[in-house]
């Protein structure tokens, strides 16, 4: 992990031309993440420098529900490469930068997650204890708009009743609810476990699942992401790349965490789009 890190940010390094303004890119509907400009601002997807690279976003604009970066860097101009290292060790040094090598280290993913990673969810991210997440909604079944799903929290729950309990405003009806909706299947018959695995890419992509080597997978893989989002930590896509590289099925993955970057179409340079097609005409080839 600490690795993948370094890579980001040495790749941002590698790709950047100073001055540098630092932005949020997050996902919603804000202009820096749907068009070019001129301003110097980084719009989502585009090469991340002083000013704008040619080809601007898709009118589509970027998807609801994102968020922003993680970064107490955003907003600001950076004139050297050094000065935005220093920056980002104002709180505590955890980076060291070569200038000579134009190339940086880190000292620790503990470090790497206090200054650009604070999580932004509560525990139970996606499956909320009152079923308010939209993940829950994913699991409706007649008669229930919204169901609970991991059964880890359930065990937990049961396990730790008595602890859970001296909390401020638990209910003890969590853990009756999670055990309740485990048990309920929809109009196909369908439990939520099963469907829960349908949700899962890793349930048919790795031998500790039961559903490996039982569908044809993808021989082709591209995944970018920002890793400054805090929706998720940088384990959910990085498992996903290490599984699909041990996959026999799977011939090529590329792979980036886009230093900088938020929930949103995330690049390294270039637009997303282009990009996007650009790598498939080649894996077709």
């Known amino acids: 992990m600490k690795k993948e890190v370094e890579q980001s940010l ?4 590698k790709d950047t031309t100073f001055p ?3 932005t949020s890119n997050e996902g919603p509907s804000g202009a820096a993440a749907q068009t070019g400009t001129t301003t110097g ?4 997807g585009s090469k991340p420098s002083g000013t704008a690279k040619s080809g601007s976003q898709p009118s589509g604009g970027a998807p609801s529900g994102g968020t922003t970066s993680a970064s107490s860097t955003s907003g600001k101009t950076y004139k050297t490469a050094t000065a935005y290292i220093k920056a980002l060790n104002k709180n505590g040094k955890w980076i060291t930068y070569n200038a000579k090598k134009k190339t940086a280290t880190i000292t620790s993913m503990k470090a790497f997650v206090k200054h650009c990673k604070t999580a932004s969810k509560d525990v139970g ?8 997440q939209t993940e829950n909604k994913l699991f409706a079944t007649s008669g229930s708009s919204a169901n609970h799903f991991d059964s880890t929290i359930s065990k937990l729950l049961t396990a730790n009743h008595a602890k ?3 909390l401020k405003n638990y209910k003890a009806s969590y853990a009756k609810a999670y055990q309740s909706d485990l048990k309920k299947t929809n109009a196909q018959g369908k439990s939520i476990q099963s469907r ?14 039961d559903g490996y080597n039982t569908s044809k997978v993808a021989k082709y893989w591209r995944i970018r992401t920002g890793i400054d989002q805090t929706d998720t930590a940088l384990t959910v896509e990085t498992n996903l790349a290490l599984t699909l590289k041990q996959n026999p099925q799977v011939k090529n993955v590329n792979f980036a965490t886009v230093w900088g970057q938020g929930h949103t179409e995330a690049e390294r340079t270039g637009n997303y789009e282009t990009n996007f097609i650009k790598w498939v005409n080649k894996s077709l080839k």
């Open 164 to 166: 859970y309990a001296k």
């Open 10 to 13: 040495n790749n941002f390094l």
């Open 41 to 44: 601002k980084m719009p989502s």
């Open 20 to 22: 540098y303004k630092a």
């Open 196 to 209: 829960l695995n349908l949700y899962n890419p890793l349930y048919y992509l790795t031998s500790y699942y």
């Open 125 to 132: 991210a996606f499956d909320g204890l009152t079923r308010q």
